[in-house]
């Protein structure tokens, strides 16, 4: 099992950047693909981010490409959602989760969440 801890939201207005963390406990986070989805009230979640667990493959959103950059530190079982350019459309719950197998970009492949970080985006 794979317990996951988010962090780094808050508050940001339009334009800036936050970096969003999660922290994950167990010896095989390196055996797991990771994503970040969001879910802002009345929308479904969605995939923003991903990244398998070997060969640097990267999934991004057509929203969020070129404005977000996913990365992780297997040493510190530790993922990171990098959030520039923040609009208020980004605002959102952004969850981290884990899936044990392929394709990163399908979104029933996470079996394991975190409990959610709020990201609010105004002036």
């Known amino acids: 099992q794979v317990q996951l801890v988010e962090s780094g939201g808050g508050l940001v207005q339009p334009g800036g950047s936050l970096r969003l963390s999660c922290a994950a406990s167990g010896r095989t986070f390196s055996s797991y693909s990771m994503g970040w989805f969001r879910q802002a009230p009345g929308k479904e979640r969605e995939l923003v981010a991903a990244i398998r667990w070997r060969g640097g493959i990267t999934y991004y959103a057509d929203s969020v490409k070129a404005r977000f950059t996913i990365s992780r530190d297997n040493a510190k079982n530790t993922v990171y959602l990098q959030m520039n350019s923040l609009q208020p459309e980004d605002a959102a719950v952004y969850y981290c989760?884990?899936?044990?197998?392929?394709?990163?970009?399908?979104?029933?492949?996470?079996?394991?969440w975190g409990q959610g970080t709020q990201v609010t985006v105004s002036s």
């Open positions: 989760a884990a899936a044990g197998r392929d394709p990163i970009w399908q979104a029933l492949n996470y079996a394991y």
